[in-house]
């Protein structure tokens, strides 16, 4: 038992009790929508700044119509104005 896998214990596990497959299936799931929304707003919100030399203040290229919000459910972007000075 101390010299064998992680994998192979889960293997046997599955093998030995089949209703953990949908657990273990939803587990994963969840697991990889977290990693990709994490890595969604790492990537594509205005607030985390990767490159200060470049771009210090990524928010302000932003205009009104962007979208960044991952779901709006009650503004048309299309249709905003801009409501703010240039720097």
């Known amino acids: 038992m101390a010299g064998t896998s992680l994998g192979a214990r889960v293997y046997r596990q599955i093998k030995k009790h089949p209703g953990l497959i949908p657990m273990i299936s939803f587990i994963g799931l ?3 929508s ?8 790492a990537l594509r919100s ?6 200060r030399k470049n771009n210090p203040e990524p928010w302000n ?3 009104p119509n962007d979208q960044y919000k991952f779901l709006a459910v009650s503004t048309d972007y299309k249709k ?4 703010r000075p240039d720097f």
Request: glycine share 8%; charged share 30%; aromatic share 8%.
């Open 46 to 51: 205005p607030d985390v700044c990767w490159d």
């Open 61 to 63: 290229r932003l205009s």
């Open 30 to 32: 969840g697991m990889g």
């Open 34 to 41: 977290a990693a990709l929304y994490l890595l969604r707003l």
């Open 80 to 83: 905003l104005k801009k409501d």
